[in-house]
């Protein structure tokens, strides 16, 4: 048995990635959340995660970090987690790493809020670029590497859907409009029964923070 410490549901993009990814693959685990959206630094987590900070996962007092590191941990003993196609495999793991490690302009004008449901307005050209390159992702690993086993990016569901799942949630809530191949593969990751579960779960949340929640007015009121 596993323990999984994340953040606020409505809030904690990363904390959602390695939920999803144990949630689909009926990985057990014992949730626990703590209070951290809209902080930095907080030493109080320093006994919960070595950086501090959520997602941290626990097997028997041993913590891994960082949720690409807790996905790889993970697919040790679960190896579905990744395709079995080593040239599929080798570019869910590419864009993984480049989900976790890029699309900065991006998160910081979209944050995470899926209590929100806006009209949305044009994109900045630097957040125009990422999404450009997020439906560019998606739209190649569909062509390429798609198999006929289901809808996720290389067909069966693996680490990098679990990666790309809150970059999905956020072109929901700001009302990114997107290319058919882009757009259907959003619909089939909003319409995942653990995805449906987090959300449902983020809407009961009372814990608010103004600094997120004052980009309804940005982004032309609610629809």
């Known amino acids: 048995m596993f323990d999984l410490y994340i953040g606020n549901k409505n809030y904690s993009s990363w904390s ?6 144990m949630k689909h693959f009926a990985v057990p ?11 930095d630094y907080n030493p109080a987590l320093k006994p919960l995660a070595g950086n501090a900070r959520v997602p941290c996962l626990h097997e028997d007092g041993f913590q891994v970090w960082e ?15 990744w395709p079995a196609d080593a ?11 480049e989900m976790h490690a890029g699309f900065a302009h991006l998160r910081t004008a979209m944050p995470m809020n899926l209590k929100l449901k ?13 999404i450009d390159r997020v439906c560019e992702i998606w739209s190649e690993a569909r062509r390429d590497f798609a198999t ?8 069966s569901f693996s680490v990098a859907d679990a990666m790309f799942a809150p970059i999905v949630c956020r072109l929901d809530v700001y009302n990114v409009s997107l290319p058919p191949v882009a757009a259907a593969y959003r619909d089939a ?13 983020a809407l009961l949340e009372s814990e608010a923070h103004a600094h997120y929640d004052r980009l309804v007015e940005e982004y032309g009121g609610l629809r």
């Open 29 to 39: 685990f014992t949730e626990h959340m703590v209070s951290v959206a809209g902080r």
């Open 16 to 21: 959602l990635r390695p939920w999803l990814l």
């Open 118 to 130: 806006l009209q949305g307005r044009p994109a900045t050209p630097e957040v125009q670029r990422d």
């Open 87 to 97: 040239r599929a495999r080798a570019r869910a793991r590419s864009i993984s790493a």
């Open 67 to 81: 949720s690409i590191a807790i996905a790889e941990f993970l697919a040790e003993r679960y190896p579905a987690m």
């Open 148 to 155: 006929p086993d289901g809808p996720w990016l290389f067909g």
């Open 189 to 201: 990751l909003l319409a995942h029964p653990a995805l449906r579960e987090w959300s449902a779960a």
